[in-house]
């Protein structure tokens, strides 16, 4: 039985469902790791200042997610300081056209890798977002980059699955198997946060810096 189950069978009506669920989204969050945080929030960074492109992949909810990110962090920049470098953001879940074409040409597991291949420049980061954390398509992406020595930033969930050991920062929601929603509500809720810092560090009434870190890879920022 899943915490979902458990928060159910324990409600007497919808209201009482809803408190349940929304504390259980609270622990959640108050477990992610924020040192995790950090450094992926710092690796977007690093990705702007160099001029780098952030790639964002995932299937059903993680691809609505994957292009949320993309409107989000992507239009962040442009809001709120014109004069700054943009985060320049590509959703591989947003060209339905290539989408089917390498589908329909290769298989469903080559839909991103494809793209990859056509767009990807060196330095390049991929976002993978997956609550199993083993889709075969995103985990191909994701083995096709690091073989690049690209850099593999990961929003999973469950226990991390297979991309949880190819990310360079791996964001766990950590839940029982089979909880996509709650794990998939963390996910949009890390998106709304780090555009809510972007706008506030750049746009904000008080100016505040990101502190050095190392690169994921070993590489030092330029923040």
């Known amino acids: 039985m899943n915490n979902l ?9 919808i209201e009482a ?39 964002v992949a995932g299937n059903g909810g993680s ?4 292009s949320h990110i993309g409107n989000d962090i992507g239009m962040a920049m442009v809001k709120v300081a014109q004069r700054n470098r943009p985060y ?15 589908g329909n040409d290769y298989g ?26 083993n889709s075969p398509n995103v985990v191909r992406a994701a083995e096709w980059v690091r073989e690049r020595q690209g850099t593999v930033l990961g929003l999973l969930g469950f226990d991390g699955g297979k991309l949880k050991d190819l990310c360079h920062v791996p964001i766990v929601v950590a839940t029982p ?8 509500d963390v996910h949009l809720i890390l998106n709304h946060m780090l555009t809510s810092w972007i ?8 100016a505040v810096s990101l502190a050095p870190h190392a690169h994921p890879t070993g590489m030092p920022y330029a923040i």
Do not use: C, W
């Open 5 to 13: 189950e458990k928060i159910f069978l324990a409600s007497q009506n």
């Open 17 to 55: 469902f809803a408190g349940g669920y929304f504390r259980y989204l609270a622990g959640l969050l108050e477990s992610l790791d924020q040192g995790a945080i950090s450094a992926f929030m710092q690796t977007l960074e690093n990705a702007r200042v160099h001029d780098s492109t952030v790639f």
């Open 63 to 66: 691809a609505s997610t994957a």
């Open 88 to 102: 320049r953001v590509f959703p591989l879940t947003d060209h339905v056209s290539t989408m089917t074409a390498v």
């Open 108 to 133: 469903y597991d080559d839909i991103f890798t494809k793209q990859l291949a056509i767009h990807y420049r060196d330095g390049d980061v991929l976002v993978v977002i997956s609550a199993s954390g």
């Open 177 to 184: 198997k089979g909880e996509y929603g709650p794990v998939e």
């Open 199 to 206: 706008q506030q560090k750049f746009g904000g009434s008080a």
